[in-house]
T-cell receptor, first 121, second 108 residues
Framework: QVQLVQSGAEVEKPGASVKVSCQASGYPFTAYYIHWVRQAPGQGLEWMARISPNTGGTNTAPKFQGRVTLTRDTSTGSAYMELNRLTSDDTALYFCARTQDSGSLLYFDMWGQGTLITITS | EIVMTQSPVTLSVSPGESATLSCRASQSVRTKLAWYQQKPGQAPRLLIY???TRATGIPARFSGSGSGTEFTLTISSLQSEDFAVYYC??????????FGGGTKVEIK
């Protein structure tokens, strides 16, 4: 079964860091980019960054540069997103999603179930 | 950064009627435009890519059109399961990839 399965919900304090995992299965992990998209409560979708599991290369939205770190483990088919210096504005549902490993085919054909990150003091 | 603007914000439609959703890009994205459907508590689902190609398993009542800066998603004969929020996304100019703000299709 082709799927992306994310880690569970987290509650963090302002200023802390959080790391979310995304486990891919049912397809060749290195053949697709993994992206991270977030959705604040009642809001729309916001693209954060992507990683190429094949090369480890990343791209990050300007808004998140310096705060987001993407990594991957090809032995387990997992991708990770770490977000630092958390504020209440980072409270959101975080999705991983895949696109084909091509700069011209960047539409999301599969999504994880989402991980709720809540920032509260 | 390409800004994607969707209209209307909310669309009230009766079951069996058709719905027309619009998406405008701040500059040309050619046909590198995708549409997604999202229901409460769920991840988005890909409906259309390449502006007009239906994704695998998507019913024929969903159709997409447009190029450049103006795009349309049409849902003919709305079914109960079609009431949801719809997002457009451009993938021509990145980073960043950008989404529209969404259109909520609700029951009239």
């Amino acid at each position: 079964q082709v799927q992306l399965v994310q880690s569970g919900a987290e509650v963090e304090k302002p200023g802390a860091s959080v790391k979310v995992s995304c486990q891919a299965s049912g397809y060749p992990f290195t053949a697709y980019y993994i992206h991270w998209v977030r959705q604040a409560p009642g809001q729309g979708l916001e693209w954060m960054a992507r990683i190429s599991p094949n090369t480890g290369g990343t791209n990050t939205a300007p808004k998140f540069q310096g705060r987001v770190t993407l990594t991957r483990d090809t032995s387990t088919g997992s991708a990770y997103m770490e977000l630092n210096r958390l504020t209440s504005d980072d409270t959101a549902l975080y999705f991983c999603a895949r696109t084909q490993d091509s700069g011209s085919l960047l539409y999301f054909d599969m999504w994880g179930q989402g991980t709720l990150i809540t920032i509260t003091s | 950064e390409i800004v994607m603007t969707q209209s209307p914000v909310t669309l009230s439609v009766s079951p069996g009627e058709s719905a027309t959703l619009s998406c405008r890009a701040s500059q040309s994205v050619r046909t590198k435009l995708a549409w997604y459907q999202q229901k409460p508590g769920q991840a988005p689902r890909l409906l259309i890519y390449g502006a007009s190609t239906r994704a695998t398993g998507i019913p024929a009542r969903f159709s997409g059109s447009g190029s450049g800066t103006e795009f349309t998603l049409t849902i003919s004969s709305l079914q109960s399961e079609d009431f949801a929020v719809y997002y457009c996304q451009q993938y021509d100019h990145w980073p960043p990839l950008t989404f529209g703000g969404g259109t909520k299709v609700e029951i009239k």
